[in-house]
Nanobody, 123 residues
Framework: VQLQASGGGSVQAGGSLRLSCASS????????VGWFRQAPGKGRAFVAS????????FYDQSVKGRFTISKDSAENTVFLQMNSLKPEDTAVYYC?????????????????WGQGTQVTVSS
C-alpha cells in the first residue's frame, strides 16, 4: 500500500485547508493512519490518527479542537480538516500507516510514508 498526501497550500492565519491521504490499495480494519508534520529544522511530529476499523481518533494537544481527522472507506482516503490555522502550523504534512492502535504517536512506528504536502500559514 502506498499513501499519497495532497491538498496543501498557502492561507492566512485563521483560514482552513483540507488535506487528503489517498491509498493505492485497500486499507484493513487493523490499520491506523496518522498525519505528521515537519517544520523547517525540526523533526517529524505527530498530528492526528484514526483507526480504520473502529474510527477511533487521537490528536496532538496542539491541534485538538481545530483539526479533524476522518476517513472515506469507499475511496480508501483519510482526510485532515484544518481550521483556525496558525503560523506555527506551517510545515510539510505527511501521512503514514501502522498496524495497531491510533494512540501510537512515534513516527518510527509508522510505515508506507508518501510524499508530503506543504502547508504555509501567514500572519
Amino acid at each position: 500500500v502506498q499513501l499519497q498526501a495532497s491538498g496543501g497550500g498557502s492561507v492566512q492565519a485563521g483560514g482552513s485547508l483540507r488535506l487528503s491521504c489517498a491509498s493505492s490499495g485497500r486499507i484493513f480494519s487493523s490499520t491506523s493512519v496518522g498525519w505528521f508534520r515537519q517544520a523547517p529544522g525540526k523533526g517529524r511530529a505527530f498530528v492526528a490518527s484514526i483507526n480504520w476499523g473502529t474510527r477511533s481518533t487521537f490528536y496532538d494537544q496542539s491541534v485538538k479542537g481545530r483539526f479533524t481527522i476522518s476517513k472515506d472507506s469507499a475511496e480508501n482516503t483519510v482526510f485532515l480538516q484544518m481550521n483556525s490555522l496558525k503560523p506555527e502550523d506551517t510545515a510539510v504534512y505527511y501521512c503514514a500507516a501502522l498496524t495497531g492502535s491510533p494512540y501510537i504517536t512515534g513516527p518510527n512506528n509508522y510505515k508506507n510514508w508518501g510524499q508530503g504536502t506543504q502547508v504555509t500559514v501567514s500572519s
